[in-house]
């Protein structure tokens, strides 16, 4: 009888204890008895065959107690700690006399003292805006939070888009309510874009696109393969080898996307989103981009549900696309889709690269 246990990280032993009885044969020789062993889960024991000191360690010999219960207590050395082992309850008894009954056991509990856990706190800074700074949050090593959301922050002549690890806007850039996982204490800069400007990306940082590429063969990539003249060193662009050239299968088809969720600030003019691309293709083989609600689901292999705001293809030298979106979309947060869609049909050329987009108003 077995189960895996995973020792808790201290610095001190783990005690296991238990209630047992047992008659069998004899109470100075090993014929009938209940032991306990701790081995690797590699070890499977073997209805009939016996654990050995080669692939386990005992913990502890029980036998011939007149059937009456009683506790034990093994003290599990610390080394231990911090690894899953294999907590085995073994009976044995030869084919000589023993008096009944054989060994039970009952109410084990196994219990040890937990280390204090290394916590990292992470701290906001406004940045020379206005309204409630976001409560620190203290975070176990390895463990995750969700960035605030700086909703009530404001700053006169500039947007709030995000924070950055420098006050100065230079370090790395973090999306609100984005999730991270802090390695030390770290303060977060809010991050203050012109007015104009509702966000900016230049895959030069952490890239705030989410990407859908499920199994796909042609995907997407943020990486060093191809960039727009003047654009930094990295752009976004489909990818047939995890990245290494911008260049696709075009006889498997793929329909892969890469998204954000964009909030409109309250405007009455249109908002303009510009951005430079690349791809030949054709008809079919396209970059399409989508504007649509946060509550559509996005699926690798499918293209979004509605109408594109506009497709591109038929180019192989990086070009500037400028698209209108209506001001109808003040106030309200839309998820801004960039989706690559080819079907089996073998056509030549470079798939689509992205780079420098830009969301103004």
């Not at 975070?139 to 100065?168: E, K, P, Q, Y």
């Not at 696709?248 to 964009?262: E, F, G, K, L, N």
Request: hydrophobic share 30%; net charge negative.
């Amino acid at each position: 009888m077995f189960r895996n246990v995973t020792f808790p990280t201290s610095s001190v032993p783990t005690n296991l204890s238990f209630y047992w009885k047992s008659n069998g044969e004899d109470a100075t020789q090993d014929y009938d008895y209940l032991r306990v062993y701790l081995t690797e889960t590699t070890v499977t024991p073997l209805a009939g065959t016996q654990l050995t000191s080669t692939n386990s360690v005992t913990l502890g010999t029980y036998k011939w107690n007149n059937n009456i219960w009683q506790e034990i207590n093994i003290s599990i050395p610390a080394s231990n700690n911090g690894s899953t082992k294999r907590l085995v309850f073994s009976w044995v008894n030869d084919s000589s006399v023993g008096t009944q009954p054989p060994a039970a056991i009952d109410n084990i509990i196994l219990t040890g003292e937990t280390s204090t856990p290394i916590t990292y706190t992470v701290t906001y800074n406004i940045n020379n805006g206005t309204g409630t700074t976001p409560s620190a949050q203290t975070v176990n090593a390895g463990s995750s939070i969700s960035l605030a959301n700086g909703s009530s922050l404001s700053r006169n002549g500039f947007i709030f888009n995000g924070w950055n690890t420098n006050f100065s806007g230079t370090g790395t850039n973090y999306n609100a309510g984005s999730s991270f996982t802090p390695t030390d204490n770290i303060t977060f800069y809010a991050k203050w874009d012109n007015n104009s400007t509702v966000f900016s990306e230049d895959f030069e940082g952490t890239n705030s696109f989410t990407i859908i590429n499920g199994t796909q063969t042609n995907q997407w990539h943020i990486g060093t393969a191809t960039v727009a003249s003047g654009g930094g060193a990295r752009s976004a662009y489909i990818s047939n080898n995890n990245g290494t050239s911008n260049a696709y299968t075009p006889t498997t088809a793929s329909t892969v996307h890469m998204y954000r969720d964009v909030t409109f600030p309250a405007s009455s003019n249109a908002y303009t989103l510009s951005f430079n691309w690349r791809a030949q293709g054709d008809t079919v083989h396209q970059l399409k981009v989508f504007l649509i609600d946060t509550t559509a689901t996005l699926t690798a292999g499918t293209q979004p549900s509605g109408t594109a705001l506009q497709s591109f293809s038929g180019q192989s030298t990086w070009q500037t696309a400028t698209i209108s979106i209506p001001a109808s979309n003040s106030g309200t947060t839309k998820r801004l889709v960039f989706t690559w869609h080819n079907d089996s049909y073998n056509v030549s050329g470079l798939p689509a690269a992205i780079d420098n987009i830009i969301l103004t108003r």
